[in-house]
């Protein structure tokens, strides 16, 4: 017996989603585009914080500087008197008495704290010194700079600085500096890190 086939070809069956798949797959991308949208704010908080630390870093460098390169005795204050020179805020307007070490009274210590507070054990400035606190007195400005924000960003600077004296020929005088400054700041209403600079100046001989 011969068989007969047929000359016609059954369609393939054709694949697809179904509907179930279609929400399923609706859910993991939205969930995707959710976590994704979540991150951005993030990241721009994250280079908020690091371009505001790294405006700090200069702005502290640049009065330390300015600090450092006055004479050791600048002002040459009476005893129980403080160092200090008259100079210009980052803004680059507006002009600050900048206080540099405090001179000891006469028969006084050979070494000199003045200034901002410092955490015990390090060359930190202790920020939760009060802001009033009398010590602060010329170790203490606040600026505003134009940084392309509403109002501008807000800065502060503190600084402490430990003189060291010597004896020569009957007369005290200052030898050594060492001079730690601290700035911290931003947009109104945020609080940044602290960028904390500091160095060790001697008298030029």
Same mark, same amino acid.
């Given at each position: 017996?011969?068989?007969?086939?047929?000359?016609?070809?059954?369609?393939?069956?054709?694949?697809?989603?179904?509907?179930?798949?279609? &929400?399923?797959?609706?859910v993991?991308?939205?969930?995707?585009?959710? $976590?994704? /949208?979540? %991150?951005? +704010?993030?990241?721009? @908080?994250?280079?908020?914080?690091?371009?505001?630390?790294?405006?700090?870093?200069?702005?502290?460098?640049?009065?330390?500087?300015?600090?450092?390169?006055?004479?050791?005795?600048?002002?040459?204050?009476?005893?129980?008197?403080?160092?200090?020179?008259?100079?210009?805020?980052?803004?680059?307007?507006?002009?600050?008495?900048?206080?540099?070490? &405090?001179?000891?009274?006469?028969?006084?210590?050979?070494?000199?704290? $003045?200034? /901002?507070? %410092?955490? +015990?054990?390090?060359? @930190?400035?202790?920020?939760?010194?009060?802001?009033?606190?009398?010590?602060?007195?010329?170790?203490?400005?606040?600026?505003?700079l134009?940084?392309?924000?509403?109002?501008?960003?807000?800065?502060?600077?503190?600084?402490?600085?430990?003189?060291?004296?010597a004896?020569?020929?009957?007369?005290?005088?200052?030898?050594?500096?060492?001079?730690?400054?601290?700035?911290?700041?931003?947009?109104a209403?945020?609080?940044?890190?602290? /960028?904390?600079?500091?160095?060790?100046?001697?008298?030029?001989?």
């Amino acid at each position: 017996m011969v068989r007969q086939h047929s000359s016609g070809s059954r369609r393939p069956a054709q694949a697809g989603f179904s509907l179930v798949e279609l &929400l399923i797959a609706i859910v993991v991308l939205l969930v995707g585009v959710v $976590a994704v /949208a979540k %991150l951005v +704010p993030t990241a721009i @908080q994250s280079n908020l914080r690091s371009r505001y630390d790294s405006t700090g870093v200069v702005l502290a460098e640049r009065q330390l500087e300015l600090m450092a390169r006055q004479p050791i005795d600048v002002g040459n204050p009476v005893p129980s008197g403080h160092y200090s020179f008259l100079g210009t805020l980052p803004d680059g307007v507006t002009p600050f008495t900048y206080r540099v070490g &405090l001179r000891p009274p006469a028969g006084g210590a050979m070494i000199s704290a $003045a200034g /901002a507070a %410092l955490i +015990p054990g390090s060359y @930190q400035i202790d920020w939760n010194q009060p802001a009033g606190s009398a010590a602060l007195a010329g170790y203490r400005n606040t600026f505003t700079l134009n940084e392309g924000t509403a109002g501008g960003a807000r800065y502060e600077t503190r600084w402490a600085v430990v003189t060291y004296f010597a004896n020569f020929n009957g007369t005290i005088r200052p030898v050594s500096k060492r001079i730690i400054v601290s700035v911290r700041g931003g947009p109104a209403g945020t609080v940044q890190r602290p /960028a904390t600079v500091g160095t060790l100046v001697s008298w030029r001989f």
